[in-house]
């Protein structure tokens, strides 16, 4: 052991670790049921997911009146248009697929089609709503929770939080729950001004007295016109997806020396779907990725990166790393290009971070290049990363080219922008909280004799976190996909520990120049090229020089004062 590298080393260390997570150091009686449970949990979370889907398929609203769609920009409106014709139905048909939804939710002028729309939306596979009853998922919240409790009791912990935590940069429950509370605490006074500013706009500009969880998108959007002048609808003719992409393979092409091109005649499994391949300075292939852009009809929502090939060493020949990235954008219509709202780009270059990790990786042990191995709260640092050219002058300049004119994204409406970045980020910062904190508790507490069932929990969490209250038929937990079937459970607040990463990895680019070749070189070869080889605390300190701090997610998200 004592000869072996770092990666080898770091491999076998995180074997072992597994091993125990994973049941095989038990006697045979224990190692049955565990197995047992693992398949039981299996099949709960795929019919967790697959609930979801059916429920967002099964809800529509087909408008035949012009009159209703008070509101709705071009984009929305084409696009419910091409559903209808998919349909062979006159007008337009809305679903609750994120565009669609969001479009509606955020533009809609009439208050009753936002209600219809998130009532439908909110109460997906649960006993409320348009079609309660039809794929529930509250047993099988109930059978993933007791499943996941009686394996971590199976190997030795008192919960799967504690599970959990095992294999990540946080050390203890405590730490995470201490973690979340303090940023509570910095966030919350910000979030209720915000919220108050919010109901104020809400019943002098729209009319409505009372606040209702359907109007806040819409009201949000309406407000953040008037304090900045600005909307997604005005920024989206910049956004090209092509110039987009061409302006992230620039960036990447001068922070870390790559190139990126298109490689045609490659199978594909949708017409849509492009494939590239990535060569270092030395014109050495690095990796090579598939990237599926649009949303379409039954393609699973959401956006991720996943691994197609891993990078290894097979017969003293390295295999390239090979990468899914699929996002649900907006795409094109009616022979347009396809335009994005700067919250697609946001998501693009989120994904892409990802990729880089997985595809730049130089470790030749599989189990701990590129993102494998790597600890789950650390694994978003790249990402979020990322996101940061999106809001940067000379990142902007870089992708943006107006549809029309190919100009650039102009100086005013990049100061709206910026001065846009922090509007309601309080707001967000305690939803995302509550969300993390509901999570982490449910592990801890489910099953204890304190714990007084799911809702209760989620009531409870909102109550000390939330400044919206939503109404009593919300069942938000029944489509939370990232933490009963998506690997984040007793893991959700590894977004918010990231972002702290990664807002202090970016403030070294602040300090230096964010194109400095030397911080690139370092963020390259310390973080994306070293993969879970080393343990992600002691490489974000050999390229910051020290531990993360707080302070630049705080002044990131306008909440240092």
């Not at 479009?103 to 409320?128: H, I, L, N, P």
């Not at 001004?193 to 959007?221: G, P, R, T």
Request: proline content about 3%; charged content about 25%; hydrophobic content about 40%.
């Amino acid at each position: 052991f004592k000869r072996l590298d770092k990666a080898n080393k770091k491999s076998i260390e995180n074997t072992l670790l597994q091993f125990k997570l994973n049941g095989v150091a038990l006697d045979e009686q224990d190692k049955l049921v565990f197995k047992k449970l693992e398949n039981s949990l299996s099949a709960l979370k795929s019919k967790f997911e697959q609930n979801i889907l059916d429920a967002t398929q099964a809800f529509r609203i087909h408008i035949e009146e012009k009159s209703q769609l008070s509101g709705l920009p071009d984009f929305v409106i084409d696009m419910a248009k091409q559903a209808a014709e998919q349909e062979e139905l006159n007008g337009w048909l809305f679903t609750l697929d994120a565009p669609s939804y969001i479009g509606v939710m955020t533009y809609s002028d009439k208050r009753q089609f936002r209600e219809e729309m998130y009532t439908a939306f909110s109460t997906r596979a649960s006993s409320k709503g348009p079609n309660a009853g039809e794929y529930d998922n509250t047993q099988i919240i109930e059978d993933i929770l007791s499943a996941q409790k009686e394996q971590a009791k199976i190997i030795g912990f008192n919960n799967y939080a504690e599970v959990s935590i095992a294999a990540k940069m946080a050390e203890t429950t405590q730490q995470v729950l201490s973690f979340l509370e303090n940023l509570v605490d910095k966030s919350k006074p910000q979030a209720e001004k915000e919220f108050n500013d919010l109901s104020l706009y809400a019943s002098k500009h729209c009319e409505i007295n009372k606040l209702q969880a359907w109007d806040i998108m819409y009201v949000s959007e309406k407000l953040k016109q008037k304090e900045y002048g600005i909307s997604q609808q005005e920024l989206k003719p910049y956004f090209p997806a092509e110039e987009v992409i061409q302006g992230l393979f620039s960036i990447v092409n001068r922070l870390y020396g790559i190139k990126i091109t298109e490689k045609n005649n490659v199978d594909v499994w949708h017409e849509d779907v492009q494939f590239f391949e990535i060569l270092d300075e030395e014109n050495k292939l690095r990796g090579q990725f598939y990237l599926d852009l649009y949303t379409r009809n039954n393609k699973r929502g959401g956006a991720w990166m996943d691994e197609c090939i891993g990078r290894m060493k097979v017969d003293s020949k390295i295999q390239t790393p090979v990468a899914y990235l699929t996002c649900n954008l907006t795409p094109p219509v009616a022979n347009k290009p396809a335009l994005l709202s700067h919250n697609e780009v946001t998501t693009l270059f989120h994904e892409f971070g990802h990729g880089l990790q997985h595809m730049l990786t130089k470790v030749d042990s599989l189990s701990v290049s590129g993102i494998s191995g790597v600890e789950w709260d650390a694994v978003e640092l790249p990402s979020q990363f990322m996101e940061n050219w999106c809001w940067e002058k000379q990142g902007l300049e870089m992708m943006t080219s107006h549809v029309d004119t190919g100009e650039a994204l102009p100086e005013n409406l990049y100061k709206k922008l910026i001065k846009a970045k922090n509007f309601q980020s309080a707001m967000i910062m305690v939803r995302q909280l509550e969300f993390a904190l509901f999570d982490f508790r449910l592990q801890m507490e489910y099953g204890t004799a304190e714990f007084k069932g799911v809702q209760a929990l989620l009531d409870e969490v909102r109550s000390q976190v939330a400044v919206i209250i939503p109404p009593a038929f919300n069942q938000f937990q029944h489509g939370f996909a990232h933490i009963f079937s998506g690997g984040y459970a007793a893991g959700y607040y590894s977004y918010k520990w990231a972002e702290v990463l990664s807002a202090d990895a970016f403030s070294k680019f602040e300090e230096n120049g964010i194109f400095d070749e030397k911080t690139g070189k370092q963020f390259l070869t310390s973080i994306l090229e070293t993969g879970g080889s080393e343990k992600a605390m002691d490489l974000f300190k050999r390229f910051r020089g020290r531990e993360p701090e707080i302070n630049a997610l705080l002044k990131h998200s306008g909440l240092s004062n």
